[in-house]
């Protein structure tokens, strides 16, 4: 039961270019959503996050957009950089009796070509 | 400040044994939970502790276990070893009131033959 679904394990863009990963849920009662980044041999990352009550939130090059009505969010790097390429993780975070569990999806390799 | 530290790195078992897995929290983190991440999968949750006590489990097993220490340093014990088992496991930590954000550790890498 995959309730944090990344359908896309691979995408490829220039340096300079937006990258966008997507991600789709289907549990309602995800109250965060977070994005983590993966290096090889490294655990993830915290990237970004955002309230289940917040239709989007910006860091930097990074902006992640929530549509609740389509249980869709998505993560958006401009401009990407090589840096950038990495193993992206959707995550919903469902809070039960106290502890958090997030369910994360599949991942998606990003690489950002020079 | 030290971040999450995980040992060993790698570990190599057989079936039906018995395996525990270290971790060490980020100094003033008082959460840590337990990840488990297939190959090709997003990690999983296993369970969390807080102050001591186990506070939340995913679809888990009871032969997979844990400890937390008063110096918030904690431990996966997973008994009768199965081949499926095989996975890397994540241990991660967090601090109350920002929990949402979790400090992953990078992982020990379990093989079973």
């Known amino acids: 039961d995959q309730q944090v679904k990344q359908n896309s394990p691979s995408l490829s863009v220039q340096e300079g270019r937006i990258s966008i990963l997507n991600c789709d849920y289907t549990n309602s009662m995800f109250d965060y959503f977070l994005w983590y980044k993966k290096y090889p041999a490294e655990g993830p990352t915290f990237l970004i996050s955002i309230s289940s009550i917040k239709d989007k939130n910006e860091d930097g090059r990074f902006t992640v957009f929530l549509n609740k009505s389509a249980k869709h969010l998505s993560l958006h790097i401009v401009p990407s950089q090589p840096g950038d390429s990495a193993v992206y993780f959707c995550a919903a975070r469902r809070q039960i009796s106290g502890a958090n569990n997030l369910f994360f999806g599949t991942g998606t390799r990003l690489t950002v070509i020079p | 400040e030290t971040g999450v530290t995980q040992s060993p790195t790698h570990l190599i078992k057989t079936r039906g044994q018995q395996v525990t897995l270290r971790c060490s929290s980020q100094?003033?983190?008082?959460?840590v939970s337990w990840y488990q991440q297939a190959l090709g999968q997003g990690p999983q949750f296993i369970f969390q502790?807080?102050?001591?006590?186990?506070?939340g489990r995913g679809n888990f097993p009871p032969r997979f276990s844990g400890l937390q220490f008063p110096n918030y340093s904690s431990e996966l014990n997973v008994n009768a070893l199965e081949l499926d088992d095989s996975a890397l496991y994540l241990c991660a930590s967090s601090l109350t009131g920002k929990a949402e954000k979790l400090f992953f550790g990078s992982g020990t890498q379990l093989s079973v033959l």
């Open positions: 502790y807080y102050r001591e006590e186990e506070n």
């Open positions: 100094s003033g983190h008082n959460t």
